[in-house]
């Protein structure tokens, strides 16, 4: 379905970015913690990065900025490359249809989050995972450093502080799936791991590198297979269903890609078998997604016919 | 992504055939109205069609089935294309993240349907289609006539006095949605066309060959436009996420492709930009779709090595 | 606990009216029908019945408004000394802690209402009450008519028509119970039946001699019984904790005494085995019930020393 | 109402101890920690405390048990005496209307419980008397020994180790209201202050006369107001709409008293002006209430006619 030659890349996010630039509203930055709010929600950079690691970018899409959610995807294929198909008896693959930090459905489904990507769902993969590592923010950390190559990626110790000390709800999130008996660490070692992978700083450059093991169906830079072909598969499959929080359907239905976001405003998105993409701007829509973001990755797939459907 | 060949399809369909026959257990046929309940749940059928109108098949797949939530798909194309992005201030375009009948949501969202392919969202497009045409059902019964290339087409009429007869729930919905002014029909005039849509009996073949427009981009079989390129894959990308109830995300999870299922046991699939498929099984999970159904898709990607992913 | 006098009332109804007259906020009269809009919430009665059937009054006490829900009561009563406990079978007596109207509670506990005071309980007790008498409202009325010594006594086929066409919602809640077998006639004769005893109208001293059998514990005003004993102070304790919409605690709270409002701006309330009060003033507050009506009854138990506890 | 004479009590209680001894089923006892899933469900023990401290008693009468939510009760008396109306802007009065330890409510309401009996609102108010006192538990024993006369009540250390380690949804909830802004100390130290006084034992005879001072319109043993009138008054209602669990319409038809019950097996209750009662039997129903004890205090009211109602 896809006939884009490489080349026409750097013209179109050119493009893009230039369509961007006129568009007066950006959404809010994130406010709930200084590091956040402080972001200046006029800034927008995008790269793609090509299967073999050629990347191509546009405006600050070498600066890092607060990854946030995005690397809910990262410790997802972590943990499910070591633990298989055990996982799914933890959490669930279906859309949670509901603000992404609510606990009704928690309640109603007996401590099992619906899916990976809600908060409650990413704290169970991140306990799982530190059970199995000893270390599961390290085991990010060395992940992203060496599939985007970048050696100086490094969380922010004073952002992971400041989600700590907002961190009331994730708390009463993880407290209550281990009255559920679904948490395994103690809760505050679990929030400390959890927080520090969030506080990861990474460039539009590193995140769209770090992303294509999922559009190699599962293999790394360096050619080692982290998954199986059906594992990439289906975290590409619950991206699209579960990615952008209570705005999945929408983004489908607008950009039509596997995706997932962040409230840093990042977000990164996944042609299957071709390329990855990733794109940054702070402002924030009433459902948390980067307002920029979307468009850009909207007016990309449009441009370029790339889309799954 | 996909060199499968044409020559491959029959072939494959028949290895699924022949490793569902071996397959003990099949779920249990929907038991609410009687016409349903009195099928037998070791049926199987299943078709593929090409974009040219060659059709594959195997099993029962010439056998009519009651279609049920099927048509919600042919339903939404036919307002999509009459009214436009209006519609989407009518319903949404989530997931439901809850049973499908139920509501609650509906209720937190002020009578505004998550996405048509709910009862309420279905309700909702039938009555605004009716409120166009003047005959919601009749629109559609011809529609599916000529994709299908099927004169003999027909509602059940006994089904659908079934189903009216148990329509409490969805009298439920449609009153609900009419005191949040989202009704614009006179209620038993909306049950009375939505009861007949749901009774219509096709084949696997039959919904294969109606599909097809959705796998031309919103050509249809004639060769004329009925969606817009943009509008076929927001179709599709509904179809993923909000397609087959609360099993939607497991369903793209295993299968990957956009999808509907019915409570009569069949489901239609769609590789954009190449082939359609539908399934017919009797035999349900605990989430509403077909139990072999859904096997034999899973299988037929997995062979195939098709994915939107 | 109580001392008062009977010749103390007639003062003590004057010093309550005068008070309230000098309050300037009555809240907002029900705008859902016009009837009810057109109301001046300035409006104020109030009156007092002893268990002879004496009667003290003030202000409009002799004027008719329209009962609305406070009929729940006798509805129930009458349906209740037909049946007996077999009646909880259909319909619970907890508090709902939910808006009034709210369908979650309903689908949660499968098609039983919480209680006979919110709409779909008292939807049920209407169906059953018309399933032993052949006409519910007919017979509410008769007793009524009886209980108070007023022929005069009648429906507002207005209103009632007026609450059928701003009817959806209790057509939802009517169609939902059915789904689940818990409605026996046709909706639309409940639904006539239903808001026909809503539209009924009395005035302040009709409807505080018509409640003075739950004063005498069951006996009716002609020296026959009603209810049991025991059936009357179950009356009254559900009166107490689920009588007024999600504001039954602040009333208890308040109030301290057995009561049941309705969206007119009127409220009965019982002091057992001693008297019993009606008062009206149309002007709500944000839970649906009258600003001056419960203020003023908050003042006569403080004034009288009267209360439960 | 009441015309019962003091010296009828003791003859009373031992018809009720009698009949109970002859009732097979004893509901199953509290199994979440161990020093209550050891009791014996046959123990059967029950007090009368008139206002001047004479106390009348039957069966295990004087046998300490675990107090549990029956604490609540008087650290609600200390704080509102306390603090007054300001308490009210941060726990409401309403009955809950969903189980016990319900998120649901919580959310939807902005972390602002619905009552000071669920376990929710008894954690802002312990927090509440905490920040005012620094020593929420030290204040609540000191009372209830003082209201005893007995110096030797103690809250029992392993118990409350017991509760802390299966303390994680009450650690949920109280983070979660500490999102809100609801919550003033460090969790650790709330719910450390909060288990020792689930901890605390005491027998009936304790309990009945630490409770008289609602019977006494507010007035402590020693002669002095705790309490106002008013404030006496609104406790009693609190305990009727919302002391039972999500059985509080029941218990209100059934027994027609204010009451507390504990998951220990104990519930207390009040004639206003008259005498309190507390009955202890180990065993539960589904709900969470004192099998025997609540079917005691019906048999109590119904033998002597005392009721609110």
């Known amino acids: 379905m896809m006939t884009l030659m490489s080349s026409q890349f750097q013209p179109v996010l050119e493009r893009i970015a230039a369509e961007i630039e006129r568009t007066p509203d950006r959404g809010r930055p994130a406010d709930y913690i200084p590091a956040l709010a402080a972001c200046d929600p006029r800034t927008f950079g995008m790269a793609v990065a090509e299967l073999d690691g050629t990347v191509y970018g546009v405006g600050d899409w070498r600066e890092p900025f607060s990854t ?18 055990e996982l799914w008896e933890h959490v669930g693959r279906e859309p949670s249809g509901n603000p992404f930090n609510s606990l009704v459905q928690l309640e109603y489904e007996n401590g099992i989050p619906r899916n990976p990507f809600i908060n409650a769902g990413a704290l169970v993969v991140t306990d799982r995972l530190h ?13 992203l450093r060496e599939e985007s190559g970048n050696p100086a990626l490094a969380f922010d110790e004073e952002v992971a502080a400041s989600e700590a000390a907002h961190g009331d709800r994730n708390a009463a999130l993880a407290h209550f799936m281990a009255a559920y008996g679904n948490i395994d660490n103690d809760i505050p070692v679990l929030l400390d791991q959890y927080f520090r992978q969030c506080s990861l700083r990474a460039s539009c450059a590193d995140l769209a590198l770090a992303t294509t093991f999922l559009a190699r169906h599962g293999i790394r830079a360096d050619g080692n297979r982290l998954l199986t072909l059906s594992q990439a598969k289906q975290i590409n499959a619950i991206m699209l269903t579960c990615g952008t929080y209570d705005a999945a359907g929408d983004f489908a239905y607008r950009v039509g890609l596997p995706g997932k976001s962040g409230v840093g405003g990042g977000i990164i998105a996944v042609v299957p078998g071709r390329c990855t993409l990733c794109v940054w701007s702070p402002g924030l829509d009433e459902r948390g997604n980067s307002v920029a973001g979307v468009a850009a990755l909207d007016r990309f797939t449009t441009l370029t016919g790339v889309s799954v459907f």
């Open 68 to 85: 946030q959610s995005i690397t809910k995807v990262f410790t997802l294929a972590l943990d499910l490359a070591r633990e298989g198909d």
């Open 131 to 143: 059970s199995r590592t000893g270390d599961a923010a390290g085991e990010l950390l060395s992940f």
